[in-house]
């Protein structure tokens, strides 16, 4: 297994961006890898890029239905390519700014007049303020699926900046968030574009948080150690567009920049479970569904849902001679694990599937990614009850994506899913970051 400190895997590679020649016209990569840790005391998923002139690594926090990159410029912002975007600009109108404003504070970055401008977000804290658009140097790694390799830049990359209070609640040392969600300014759309590679990416989440995962832009392979192509390995299902924004701010026509699937039921150990199958659907309004969110540490569940889902949980439970222990917050339904065995997959708990398009099509979550250990010798079911009429009855969250392989192809509205990588004999933390000169 591949692992490093976070810190050591920042300083390598800021010094490995110095060292590298300018990856020109001439160089075309296929794809590009990021690298993603999971932070402890948070449970958010973080990454490293390198932005601005002289080129400085940014702690960023992975939010995979993110509008957009936004970063702090309040504090300690230094670059000679900073670039404002003026009003009503070209990229102005590619962010759908439409906004026009003046700063009254000292001019620089975040602070100029005659620019337009975003809604930077938290999505862990929900709270979101104003913030300039701007164009920024930015650089990453080529990838040819096994290795990092050479870096490449692009010029102009789009973001917004935001204002230091926003940086609250999130892990320590991050200065903003890294959104993948489905807009023409995401990470995965402006790199494709950069880049002239497929508008998909693709995460894998480690379970671990002394190993590191990755985020993949561009299509495959995907190469884990010992020479697993985990992209050969997935089911697809279509990606469903929720006509309706789930951003703090949009327009009236704005359509959601999150990725939400067709989960048509759910499945304890083979048994399909009783609830209002309507929940399952997007109305007019927006409401309902099934999304994937990187800044849910938990799945979330419509009370009606939840309370169908664990009563049947515990019971099949019961079944295998599994025994009940004391609820441990934030989790309802907890176990001894006296009798749980051990598995490759993870605890020998009731499997759950999220039954997708046809009953052959399922998405397996296994002990490894149902099960939270909370101490010694009691683990729990790590989903958590979202309240009466949530805005979205299912959020698939972390724990239940890591050591998952997920392809997103947001030009053709399709998701490729592996399960688990452990029946694989993998897992996400096994990606080679050792680079390739």
């Given at each position: ?370 099960m939270v250990y909370v101490r010694d010798k009691v683990l729990c079911l790590g989903f958590v009850d979202g309240g009466v009429n949530p805005r979205t009855s299912i959020v698939i969250g972390g724990k239940q994506l890591e050591d998952n392989l997920l392809q997103f192809d947001i030009a053709t509205s399709k998701l490729g899913f592996s399960s688990s990588l452990r029946f694989r004999q993998t897992t996400c933390a096994n990606f080679n ?5």
């Amino acid at each position: 297994m591949a692992s490093y400190s976070l810190p050591y895997f920042l300083f390598i590679s800021f010094l490995l961006f110095i060292s590298a020649s300018y990856a020109g016209t001439s160089f075309r990569p296929a794809a590009l890898v990021i690298p993603v840790s999971k932070d402890a005391s948070t449970l958010q998923y973080l990454t490293a890029i390198h932005q601005r002139t002289p080129l400085v690594p940014l702690k960023l926090v992975v939010d995979l239905g993110g509008q957009f990159l936004w970063v702090d410029c309040g504090r300690n912002y230094v670059s000679s390519s900073y670039r404002p975007a003026r009003c009503r600009s070209a990229q102005c109108s590619l962010a759908r700014a439409s906004g026009c404003g003046e700063c009254f504070s000292a001019a620089g970055p975040g602070c100029n007049n005659n620019t337009c401008s975003l809604f930077p977000y938290n999505t862990v804290t929900r709270t979101g303020t104003g913030g300039e658009l701007a164009q920024e140097v930015v650089s990453f790694k080529s990838t040819d699926g096994s290795n990092p390799g050479r870096v490449v830049y692009v010029s102009k990359f789009i973001f917004s900046c935001s204002s230091t209070f926003l940086l609250e609640g999130l892990a320590s040392g991050v200065v903003g968030m890294a959104g993948l969600g489905r807009t023409k300014i995401g990470l995965p759309s402006q790199l494709a574009s950069a880049f002239s590679f497929h508008r998909k990416f693709a995460i894998c989440l480690s379970s671990s948080t002394a190993a590191y995962g990755a985020v993949f832009f561009g299509g495959g392979p995907y190469r884990m150690l010992p020479g697993i192509d985990a992209s050969q390995s997935l089911t697809y299902t279509p990606l469903f567009i929720n006509p309706v924004s789930t951003a703090s701010v949009f327009s009236g026509d704005e359509p959601s920049a999150e990725y939400f699937i067709g989960v048509k039921s759910v499945k304890i150990n083979g048994k399909a479970i009783k609830f209002d199958k309507s929940l399952l659907s997007i109305d007019e309004e927006g409401v309902g569904g099934t999304k994937i969110s990187t800044v849910n540490p938990y799945t979330v569940l419509d009370s009606s849902i939840y309370k169908a889902f664990t009563k049947a949980f515990i019971k099949a439970a019961a079944a295998m001679n599994i025994t009940r222990a004391a609820a441990v917050a934030p989790f309802d339904v907890c176990f001894s694990s006296k009798n749980v065995h051990s598995t490759r997959v993870g605890p020998s708990v009731p499997s759950i599937d999220l039954v997708l398009q046809n009953k052959s099509v399922f998405w397996r979550i296994v002990g490894a990614n149902s099960m939270v250990y909370v101490r010694d010798k009691v683990l729990c079911l790590g989903f958590v009850d979202g309240g009466v009429n949530p805005r979205t009855s299912i959020v698939i969250g972390g724990k239940q994506l890591e050591d998952n392989l997920l392809q997103f192809d947001i030009a053709t509205s399709k998701l490729g899913f592996s399960s688990s990588l452990r029946f694989r004999q993998t897992t996400c933390a096994n990606f080679n970051f050792t680079s390739n000169p």
